[in-house]
């Protein structure tokens, strides 16, 4: 079945500056990768997506770049906020299967 | 905006009794999915609906667990017994299907005692 890892598990920044969270997977036919926001307590929400066919994909401060060569996607966060503090999961699917969540990272934005 | 219903918000049991936890998908969500999350951890599939039909159960431990979806709307997850390595947040997700966004109701946070 599908893999997915997922780096690092916890990561701080000062406001304003740049994160960056890492995932691999296993399986060379997934072709949707999506990016969800647990806030404590929360729901898992989705915050970004992208399909096989597109290399990068960017929403307002937030982005993601997709390598199928290498099997790997990024989130990009820019000009981070104390309320970007959050957990975030990386995900993929394989043909009709559902999502395969990453292990999470604990995001920490310091004022 | 349509949410995913889930209910009860949390439960309490004793090890060995029966639990059970529902869930109402978005209207017109032909695929249900019920996860349960550790805490500390990603989400993990029990199993995926397809309309009534189970698509993907591999994941789900058949000694205790059951899951229906009889009319393929609403769906029900059962544990019986529940063991204390149960405790933990149950989270169902409904999507149109294929590679879509599946949206995640409140969750049930289980506790085992």
């Known amino acids: 079945g599908e893999n997915v890892e997922q780096h690092p598990s916890t990561l701080s920044v000062q406001e304003g500056d740049s994160a960056v969270i890492k995932c691999t997977y296993s399986d060379s036919a997934s072709n949707y990768f999506p990016w969800y926001k647990q806030e404590l307590g929360k729901r898992p929400q989705l915050i970004i997506d992208?399909?096989?066919?597109?290399g990068e994909k960017k929403d307002q401060r937030i982005a993601v770049t997709l390598n199928k060569t290498a099997k790997h996607f990024s989130l990009h966060i820019t000009e981070t906020q104390p309320e970007d503090s959050a957990v975030y999961f990386c995900?993929?699917?394989?043909?009709?299967?559902?999502?395969?969540f990453g292990s999470g990272t604990r995001l920490q934005v310091q004022p | 905006e349509a949410e995913v219903a889930q209910s009860p918000r949390y439960k309490i049991t004793e090890k060995s009794q029966a639990v059970a936890f529902w869930c109402d998908p978005i209207s017109g969500h032909a695929t249900l999915y019920w996860y349960r999350q550790i805490l500390g951890q990603g989400p993990e599939l029990l199993v995926q609906?397809?309309?009534?039909?189970?698509?993907?159960d591999s994941q789900l431990p058949k000694d205790r667990f059951s899951a229906e979806r009889l009319k393929g709307v609403d769906s029900t997850l059962k544990i019986q017994p529940a063991e204390l390595g149960d405790s933990a947040m149950y989270l169902c997700a409904s999507s149109l299907g294929g590679n879509t966004e599946a949206f995640f109701g409140q969750g049930t946070r289980l506790t085992v005692v």
């Open positions: 992208i399909r096989s066919n597109v």
């Open positions: 609906f397809q309309d009534e039909s189970v698509v993907d």
């Open positions: 995900a993929s699917p394989t043909g009709r299967r559902a999502l395969t």
